[in-house]
């Protein structure tokens, strides 16, 4: 996620990073200069979506681009 991030400030573009731990938002966010900002999101919840989403629009006008690269792993054996 937050080499796609760079990636899009990197060529000009604005991000807003949403995550559920504050405190790697900040840092992340920061790292990225002026043109990134960052809400807390639990993808989990659609409240918590529409609220980043909301954020997002007020933030920088639109929303042109999502990446989810939330992810969740799982450790075990695969059954048929």
Do not use: Y
Request: aromatic share 2%; net charge negative.
């Amino acid at each position: 996620g937050l080499a796609c991030a760079r990636a899009v400030v990197d060529g000009g573009g604005s991000v807003m990073l949403a995550a559920r731990r504050r405190d790697s938002l900040e840092a992340a966010a920061a790292s990225l200069g002026g043109r990134a900002a960052f809400v807390e999101c639990d993808v989990t919840s659609d409240a918590s979506v529409d609220a980043a989403v909301a954020a997002t629009e007020g933030r920088f006008g639109a929303l042109h681009l999502a990446v989810n690269s939330a992810g969740m792993g799982m450790a075990g054996p695969l059954t048929a």
